[in-house]
C-alpha cells in the first residue's frame, strides 16, 4: 500500500509539470500570434499576464517577453528594467549551477521541461545586447556599457558552459548504463535527425557563440563613447569579427578604420538598425517505437518507448520583404550577404545585413543538442525500464497469488505504465518568442535636415532625430504589413 501511494503521489506530479508545460504552451502560442501580427499591445498584455502567473520553471521566459513587448510598445524604462529583473534571474541560476535532486528525480520521470528554465547561450547574450539598446534609448549611456560588456563576457563563457553541459550528460548516460548510439538506431532517431539536419542545410552555423549584431553594437559604443585608447581597441576588435563575417557589408570598414587610428568621425553620423520578422521557435521531433530493456535478474524484455525532441523551426515569413523576383538574388551561406538590394533603406541608402538570428539560433541549437539528446534518451530509457520491472514484479505477485484481482491488477499495471510513458513524453519546446528575424543596417552621414526618412518594402517613416553628434535609430517590425516602431538613442 505505501509503494502504490508513493507512485500515485509521483504522478500527481507528473501531471502537475505536464499541465504546467501545456500551459506556457497556450501562452506562448497567444503570444506568437499576437507578435506576428504586429499586434505588440495585446502581445504585452499576453506577456505581463503570464509573468504574473508563472512558476520558477518559467519565469525567466516572460521576464524576457516582457522586456521585448514593453520595448516595442515603446517603452524603452520600463523595458529596462524587465529586463535587469531577467538579468538578475540569469545571474543567480549561474551562482547556483546545481538543480535540486527532487527537480531532477520529476525530470527523469516525466521530461526535461519540468526543470527551470535557465536560459540558452544566444539568449543571455542578446538579453545583456536588448539591455544595452534599452539603456540607450532612455538616455542611460554608462548603463549600456555595463550591458555590452556583459553580452561581449556571455559570449566568451557560453563555449565552456556548452563543454560542461556534455561532459555532464555523458557522465549521466555513463552512470545510468545508457548507450545513445544504440538507443538512436533502435528507435530510428538517427535517420530523423540527418533529415532534419538537411532541412537547415541554407543556415549557416557561425563561429562559437558569436553574436554579430551585439558585438557590433558593442563595437560602435565604444567607438563613439570610449574614453582612451583601450575603448578604441575594444571597438577595434569587434568590428573587425563582425568584418570579417561579413566582408560584404560597406558600413563596418569605416568605423573599424576609425577605431584602429583612435580617432574620431569627422562628421556627424547616424546610424539605422533595422529589426524585421521572427526568430525560429522550437517545435518537437516525436517517435514512438519498442525496444529491449532490462527487467531485473538477467532478464530483458521488449518495451514501449516515447521519445520527444526539440526541433528548430524556422519563420514562414522571407527574409526580405517586396523583392521583384529578378532583384532577389540568392543568399550566399558561405558569407551570408544577400546579393540584390533588401528592400530596407533609410533616405535611399540601401540597409545591409549585419545579424542572422536563424544562423545565431541554429549555432546555440546545434551546439546544445548533444546535451539534450543525451538526457532526453537517459529519461525515455529509464521510464521504459522502470515500466518494466513494475511490470515484471505485478506480473510474478499475480504468479504467486493465483488470483483474478491480482491478475487484473497485473493488466492494469502493464496498461498503466504504457500509458504514461506515452503521455509523460513532451519535448522542452521552451523558447524566446519575440526575437527578430534578421538585423540590418544603414551608416550614413547625419542629414543637415536632421530627417530620416526610413522604408520598408512599401511603408515608409520620417524621424526627426533627436540632437546629438553620433545618432542611432532602431526600426522594428516583425511582418511584411505589420507597424513600424521606431526608437531612438544618441551615442554622442
Not at 534609448?137 to 556599457?145: H, Q, V, W
Not at 560597406?250 to 520578422?277: C, H, M, Q, R, W
Not at 498503466?416 to 543596417?441: E, H, K, M
Request: hydrophobic share 40%; proline share 4%; aromatic share 8%.
Amino acid at each position: 500500500m505505501m509503494k502504490a501511494s508513493f507512485k500515485f503521489a509521483f504522478a500527481l506530479l507528473a501531471v502537475a509539470a505536464l499541465s504546467g508545460c501545456a500551459s506556457y504552451e497556450n501562452n506562448a502560442r497567444d503570444l506568437r500570434g499576437h507578435w506576428t501580427g504586429g499586434r505588440f499591445a495585446e502581445a504585452n498584455t499576453v506577456a505581463g499576464t503570464a509573468l504574473q502567473s508563472s512558476g520558477e520553471n518559467e519565469l525567466l521566459l516572460w521576464q524576457l517577453e516582457r522586456g521585448s513587448t514593453l520595448r516595442a510598445c515603446g517603452n524603452a524604462a520600463a523595458a529596462s528594467g524587465e529586463y535587469e529583473k531577467a538579468a538578475a534571474i540569469v545571474s543567480r541560476w549561474e551562482e547556483t549551477p546545481d538543480i535540486l535532486l527532487s527537480r531532477e528525480t520529476l525530470a527523469t520521470l516525466t521530461n526535461l521541461s519540468a526543470l527551470p528554465y535557465r536560459g540558452r547561450s544566444s539568449d543571455v547574450i542578446m538579453l545583456h545586447a536588448y539591455r544595452a539598446l534599452a539603456f540607450l534609448e532612455s538616455g542611460n549611456i554608462d548603463s549600456a556599457r555595463v550591458a555590452l560588456n556583459a553580452a561581449y563576457q556571455a559570449q566568451r563563457d557560453a563555449v565552456g558552459r556548452n563543454a560542461k553541459e556534455i561532459e555532464n550528460a555523458q557522465a549521466e548516460a555513463e552512470e545510468n548504463s545508457v548507450d545513445v548510439g544504440s538507443l538512436l538506431q533502435q528507435s530510428g532517431l538517427d535517420k530523423t535527425l540527418e533529415s532534419e539536419k538537411a532541412e537547415l542545410a541554407s543556415v549557416r552555423v557561425l563561429a562559437d557563440y558569436v553574436n554579430p549584431f551585439a558585438t557590433w553594437l558593442h563595437g560602435i559604443y565604444f567607438l563613439h563613447t570610449g574614453t582612451d585608447g583601450s575603448d578604441s581597441e575594444r571597438a577595434r576588435v569587434s568590428l573587425s569579427r563582425v568584418a570579417k563575417m561579413y566582408p560584404k557589408n560597406p558600413y563596418i570598414s569605416p568605423d573599424e578604420k576609425l577605431a584602429g587610428e583612435n580617432a574620431p568621425a569627422e562628421k556627424p553620423l547616424t546610424y539605422v538598425v533595422f529589426e524585421s520578422g521572427c526568430a525560429p521557435i522550437i517545435g518537437t521531433t516525436r517517435v514512438d517505437t519498442a525496444i529491449s530493456v532490462p527487467t531485473g535478474r538477467g532478464y530483458w524484455t521488449l518495451m514501449p518507448i516515447s521519445i520527444a525532441l526539440p526541433k528548430l523551426v524556422l519563420s514562414a515569413e522571407q527574409k526580405y520583404w517586396n523583392l521583384p523576383f529578378f532583384a532577389s538574388g540568392a543568399y550566399v551561406v558561405d558569407d551570408a550577404t544577400p546579393e540584390g538590394l533588401p528592400p530596407l533603406s533609410a533616405n535611399g541608402v540601401p540597409a545591409s545585413e549585419i545579424c542572422d538570428m536563424n544562423s545565431v539560433v541554429r549555432t546555440d541549437f546545434d551546439n546544445a543538442y548533444p546535451a539534450i539528446l543525451t538526457r532526453t534518451l537517459i529519461t525515455a530509457f529509464l521510464k521504459s525500464a522502470a515500466a518494466a520491472a513494475l511490470n515484471a514484479v505485478s506480473q510474478e505477485y499475480a504468479q504467486r497469488d493465483g488470483s483474478t484481482e491480482s491478475a487484473l491488477i497485473s493488466l492494469a499495471t502493464m496498461i498503466g505504465s504504457a500509458v504514461y510513458t506515452y503521455a509523460s513524453t513532451d519535448a522542452d519546446v521552451r523558447c524566446w518568442q519575440t526575437l527578430p528575424q534578421n538585423f540590418s543596417i544603414v551608416r550614413m552621414e547625419t542629414p543637415a535636415s536632421r530627417r530620416v526618412t526610413v522604408n520598408v518594402g512599401a511603408r515608409s517613416r520620417e524621424v526627426e532625430l533627436l540632437p546629438g553628434e553620433i545618432n542611432l535609430v532602431v526600426v522594428k517590425t516583425t511582418h511584411e504589413h505589420g507597424p513600424l516602431v521606431v526608437s531612438q538613442a544618441v551615442l554622442k
